[in-house]
């Protein structure tokens, strides 16, 4: 399985940007998905994860009440709105496909997820 993200870029404090994650492979509608995101010196932190239906959503506490994720299982993609961004969303932003299939429930842990883009950039300026 490939995984494709686009979408980041550059965005003043307060504007909204939406990645969008393209897989390929046909058990893509299998799995949960996740988006993380990394900084320079830090850890990569989870930003939001997806079932594999759609039907239930986990978000980080940082994000939360400002992104929102969901998928197009006929597309093979998964996105992320992301909405009153602030400076410290700045990141590099990674979607990933979990191992395991036919998972009940979402995922939150790196360790759960095979599968990793490429990482797209999101700066947001102050």
């Known amino acids: 399985v490939q995984l494709q993200a686009s979408g980041g870029g550059l965005v003043q404090a307060g504007g909204s940007l939406r990645l969008s994650c393209v897989g390929s492979?046909?058990?893509?509608?299998?799995?949960?998905m996740g988006w993380f995101r990394q900084t320079p010196g830090k850890e990569r932190e989870f930003v939001a994860a997806i079932s594999m239906s759609g039907e239930s959503t986990l978000m980080g506490d940082s994000v939360k009440g400002r992104f929102t994720i969901w998928r197009d299982n006929a597309k093979n993609t998964v996105y992320l709105q992301m909405n009153n961004l602030k400076y410290e969303d700045t990141a590099i932003y990674y979607c990933?496909?979990?191992?395991?299939?036919?998972?009940?429930?979402?995922?939150?842990?790196?360790?759960?997820?095979?599968?990793w883009g490429q990482g797209t950039l999101v700066t947001v300026s102050s």
């Open positions: 492979g046909r058990s893509f509608s299998q799995r949960a």
């Open positions: 990933a496909l979990e191992d395991e299939r036919w998972r009940i429930g979402v995922p939150r842990f790196q360790s759960d997820f095979g599968s």
